[in-house]
């Protein structure tokens, strides 16, 4: 058996998205010291752009976009190779269908191999939504990752509910979390609105929550407000965003008030001068838990599965812009705040000690067994086949004839020359999203 490279494990990380590849990243660094890290991003409608890669400040010895099918090639090369290229760890850091196929698109590859990577995978933050649809899309990695207890005992659950082993599941944390624990009130006092693409979704409720930051601003002069967004206009991130938010600022009558802007950046940057992290259900209300910030998770819109914010019942940290307005600073409980992974006393550096001996010892075992998802051609007939066939794999995960044989684009990242037309092509599908699709769903309700 080919000897493995136990200074320096080389790891790939395939993501489809700014954040996942953010996730995969970090993750990547956290269970496995010492690494090359290869990045590759899904290509896609959400793959990120030059900018959003330095907001999101996670690094990579290479980096380059691809396709599918060109990923799944690369790593049954992998296995094969005796110059030292082979790969210890794959990171799967995409959506659910994505890392189903690659699972099937890898049993494939790694057929017949001496050895293979550890594959893992996991989420990238709350899970709030399509528990046990997300879950068994991912069934089949070596490495499940939760991220935090809470999770952990949910995924089990799922799994032993389908008679699936949950000997997958591992618990560790959010590989973000950090930065300086929160001391005390800034100059000004900052109030930070972080925005999520996709919750709420309409553009009444959007306008709302927009709204309402503006007058927290106007009724509290010395204090500055920020509008933290995920993207710029023409950006795509993991979730469609039908609404910008910069759009609907441009709109507020008189515009934003001196001490109330809008702010792009790394949210790590943004936490380090905020004293009040105000959100719907975005993952940032946990790294700002974790510093220790007061946080507040809105309930103006109603604590609502399809908002996301159920999840934090029992954090102590349910209010309304009203009760901020009034000078309301949320308590969380140190209960809930332990079994979600973001109590910063010290426990969150040893989190990813279990996850790092598992993945350890499954580099050292001597071989591998084949990947085994639970989704196959006879328990899911009429929805893997089509999951596979949106990443150019027939049902045995084969590719499709003739979409291997397309020509993979060549050069870096992004190349000038295909930016023009891929940002037209871009714009297009914007006014879809943006103007077309609500006019349709419109429509639909007449």
């Known amino acids: 058996m080919p000897s493995r490279t136990y200074s320096s494990p080389r790891v790939a990380v395939l ?9 995969g990243a970090l993750t990547a660094y ?8 290869d990045g590759y ?9 030059v900018r959003q890669l330095d907001e999101v400040g996670a690094r990579a010895d290479s980096l380059r976009e691809i396709r599918g099918v060109d990923f799944l090639e690369r790593m049954k090369d992998s296995v094969r190779s005796a110059d030292g290229t082979r790969y210890d760890v794959v990171v799967l850091a995409c ?107 309409s553009r009444a409720d959007r306008s709302y929550l927009l709204r309402r930051a ?41 515009g934003l008030p001196a001490n109330c802007r809008l702010v792009y950046g790394n949210m790590g940057e943004v936490l380090d001068r905020t004293d009040l992290m105000v959100t719907v259900s975005s993952t940032a209300a946990l790294e700002s838990l974790h510093r220790g910030i ?43 705040l332990a079994r979600q992974g973001v109590a910063a006393d010290g426990d969150y550096e040893q989190a990813f000690d279990t996850a790092r001996a598992r993945v350890t010892a499954l580099r050292d075992a001597d071989r591998l067994p084949p990947l085994t998802p639970y989704y196959t051609a006879r328990t899911a007939p009429g929805y893997l086949p089509g999951i596979l066939a949106r990443h150019g794999l027939d049902p045995h995960g084969e590719p499709l004839a003739g979409h291997a044989d397309a020509p993979e684009e060549t050069g870096g990242l992004r190349r000038v020359a295909r930016e023009t037309v891929r940002e037209a092509a871009r714009g297009a599908y914007r006014h879809g999203v943006q103007r077309v699709a609500p006019a349709i769903r419109r429509w639909g309700q007449l």
């Not at 993501?15 to 996730?23: I, L, M, V």
């Not at 399509?130 to 068994?136: F, I, N, Q, R, S």
């Open 30 to 37: 956290r269970i496995q010291s010492d690494i090359r890290l």
């Open 41 to 49: 991003l899904l290509r896609g409608r959400a793959t990120p752009t």
């Open 95 to 201: 959506v659910g269908g994505a890392v189903q196929a690659m699972l099937h698109g890898l049993a494939r590859a790694w057929r017949g191999a001496d050895s293979r990577p550890v594959v893992v995978t996991g989420y990238v933050g709350v899970v709030y939504e399509k528990l046990a649809d997300g879950l068994l899309l991912r069934h089949g990695a070596d490495v499940v990752l939760a991220n935090s207890r809470h999770d952990a005992d949910r995924f089990r659950e799922v799994y032993r509910g389908v008679g699936a082993d949950d000997g997958s599941v591992v618990e560790c944390a959010l590989p973000f979390l950090g930065g300086d624990r929160y001391t005390g009130a800034h100059t000004p006092y900052t109030v930070v609105f972080a925005a999520q693409p996709s919750v709420p979704e």
């Open 214 to 254: 503006v007058q927290h601003a106007r009724k509290h002069p010395d204090r500055e407000v920020l509008i933290k967004l995920r993207s710029k206009p023409g950006e795509h991130t993991t979730h469609i965003e039908e609404l910008p938010y910069q759009k609907l600022a441009a709109k507020i009558p008189g």
């Open 294 to 336: 007061p946080t507040a998770v809105l309930t103006d819109l109603g604590i609502r599965e399809v908002h996301g914010n159920h999840h934090f019942l029992g954090s102590g940290c349910l209010a309304s812009w009203d009760e901020l307005d009034a000078g309301h600073r949320p308590e969380p409980d140190p209960r809930w």
């Open 15 to 23: 993501a489809d998205s700014d954040t996942r590849w953010k996730w």
